[in-house]
């Protein structure tokens, strides 16, 4: 579609001497799709001639050219309308998706190095839901870029330090550490954290004793740094769990803690550059009015995230070399970036315009039966036995020996994940079981159904792929919908990658997949005349293609048979 665009602006450039870039802003697809595929007006072409539009376009008409692909140039009125060759068209973009595979939609340039900081919990505290958008738009977007052909860097930025240690400990000396055979150690250590919280309302002294432990584990004592090391590696061994079930993998697990012994050079080095300032006792950057004083040391020598984000930017740089940093955090951390955006300016760092915040909205309602706000593995086992009741209710004719409960599996991750990544991401999600889950909606459960069908209609069709795909016998209305759908996907996967929005791929494969139904209900294949079968059956394998290629770009797995 966009080459014939292209070729189309370049022939208009020709014939008429004006811009390329002027003619490439002017055609658009007619109104009424009745009038052709794409329309050139001719008002600027009649000011520079001295005629009236509709002479200028009826002129036009009249000596053009027409650029391969092709079939017709007519005026109307003030306007030139062309009409695509659609049978050479159909048969170049089917041919073109299944010689590339699963390349198909990766012609961007590449080339470059994006680190890119995701998930990023905070240890101690169950996976929360909350979690769940960074991680999700996270993986999204490394899967999108790798797949331009970037090199990217996954990294999740754990928030494994602070004073929440202090507590854990201070519960577990009271209450006891989680026994060998724990089912859910983790769940006791946030239950050790709660009661140790609450109980310091009623006595200051564990306040004290939680801040004193923070103070020893910060100078690094040798019994406090082994409580901390075993608390991380319970939280983390959870994390895993979560991130193996979705298929997500990181590149680095390099947490706040990691960066402790890095901060001093960095904040020598702001001291050095005569850019910090002390004020009450601590020490930071002012940065004007509207981003104001960043903290980067408290009167008590304690750092602060902030200090720990500009340490571990620097320490990327030095290790990665990155072209771009993306941050996916939540929206309401948008000073915080930009103050470390304008700290690195400041430092006269290369990478400080390489600094992205990528921000993302709240997600309401995300509870379980039982109505609290739920740790994400007990979310995700709700989810198992919802998908399965939708799934036995939804699809009638099930597959004979399929693993039922593999499959909720697989719907019940593609409707949580479809769920989050279909809206823009700064919108705020509500999140309703029943939307979710559904079959008939804008769902996962919606385009994973499409994907199975598909490929159940090619595994039944009897029939082979073509030697060379003739558009000739897919001269239907509904293939050429199909193809011009299915040509769209690299655009698309660009655009998602430009505005870091996977909610592009999201909307994308939902009208594939109603285009696809569509032409299903009119391209049918196993009683198709023996010359159609092979060439609608090459239609429908790139339509799968298309499909699967874009749900793995939003972490989905396609699903084969349901
Ligand atoms: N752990 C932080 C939080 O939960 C998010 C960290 C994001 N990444 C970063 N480099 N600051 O709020």
Redesign the pocket.
């Known amino acids: 579609m966009q080459e014939l665009r292209r070729a189309l602006v370049a022939a208009l450039a020709d014939a008429t001497g004006l811009d390329p870039e002027a003619i490439d802003g002017a055609v658009t697809p007619p109104r009424n799709p009745d009038h052709g595929d794409l329309a050139f007006p001719c008002f600027a072409l009649a000011r520079a001639r001295g005629q009236n539009p509709a002479q200028a376009a009826a002129a036009l008409a009249r000596t053009f050219v027409l650029p391969p692909g092709f079939a017709r140039a007519e005026a109307a009125g003030p306007y030139l309308n062309l009409r695509f060759d659609r049978t050479a068209f159909v048969a170049r973009v089917v041919s073109r998706v299944l010689a590339e595979g699963n390349r198909y939609g990766a012609s961007g340039t590449g080339g470059l190095t994006i680190v890119v900081?995701?998930s990023?919990?905070?240890i101690a505290k169950p996976f929360h839901v909350?979690?769940l958008r960074?991680t999700l738009i996270g993986w999204s977007l490394v899967r999108i870029l790798r797949f331009l052909g970037h090199t990217v860097i996954g990294?999740n930025?754990?928030?494994d330090w602070g004073t929440q240690f202090g507590y854990v400990h201070a519960g577990c000396r009271r209450w006891g550490r989680p026994p060998d055979d724990d089912p859910d150690p983790i769940e006791t250590l946030v239950d050790r954290y709660v009661r140790a919280t609450r109980l310091k309302d009623e006595d200051p002294a564990v306040e004290a004793e939680a801040r004193d432990f923070f103070r020893r584990l910060e100078a690094g004592d040798a019994e406090a740094t082994a409580f901390w090391e075993y608390a991380r590696a319970v939280s983390l061994e959870e994390f895993r769990t979560i991130y193996d079930r979705i298929g997500i993998r990181f590149d680095a697990f390099t947490?706040?803690a990691f960066f402790n012994d890095k901060m001093a050079a960095v904040l020598a080095e702001v001291e050095a550059k005569g850019i910090g300032e002390i004020s009450d006792g601590a020490f930071g950057v002012a940065l004007g009015e509207e981003l104001g004083f960043a903290l980067l040391r408290k009167a008590d020598g304690a750092t602060l995230?902030l200090t720990?984000?500009l340490t571990?930017?620097d320490y990327r740089y030095s290790t990665y070399r990155f072209d771009r940093v993306l941050?996916?955090?939540?929206a309401p951390?948008a000073l915080?970036?930009r103050q470390?955006g304008a700290l690195c300016a400041r430092l006269g760092k290369p990478y400080a315009d390489a600094i992205v915040h990528v921000p993302f909205g709240h997600v309401h309602g995300m509870r379980t039966r039982s109505g609290g706000a739920v740790a994400l593995k007990d979310f995700l086992e709700e989810a198992v036995e919802r998908a399965l009741t939708a799934f036995r209710e939804e699809v009638v004719k099930r597959p004979a020996g399929l693993d039922e409960r593999a499959v909720a599996e697989q719907i019940a991750l593609s409707a949580i994940l479809f769920n989050d990544l279909a809206r823009g991401r700064i919108k705020d999600v509500t999140f309703d079981w029943d939307e979710a889950l559904s079959f008939r909606g804008d769902t996962g459960p919606y385009l994973q159904y499409a994907h199975a069908r598909i490929n159940g209609i090619a595994l039944k069709a009897g029939a082979e792929l073509p030697v060379a795909v003739d558009g000739h016998r897919l001269a239907e209305d509904e293939a050429y919908q199909l193809a011009t759908q299915m040509s769209r996907f690299p655009e698309a996967v660009a655009r998602a990658a430009e505005t870091y929005e996977p909610s592009v791929v999201a909307g994308y494969l939902l009208e594939l997949a109603r285009t696809f139904s569509r032409s299903n209900e009119v391209l049918r294949v196993k009683d198709a005349p023996p010359e159609v079968k092979d060439h609608r059956f090459a239609l429908f394998v790139a339509c799968r293609q298309v499909l699967a290629s874009g749900l793995r770009l939003l972490g989905i797995e396609p699903i084969d048979r349901m």
Do not use: K, T
Not at 327 to 330: E, L, M, T
């Open positions: 900081d995701f990023s919990p905070n909350g979690h960074s990294i930025h754990l928030g947490g706040e995230y720990r984000d571990a930017v941050y996916v955090v939540g951390q915080h970036f470390l």
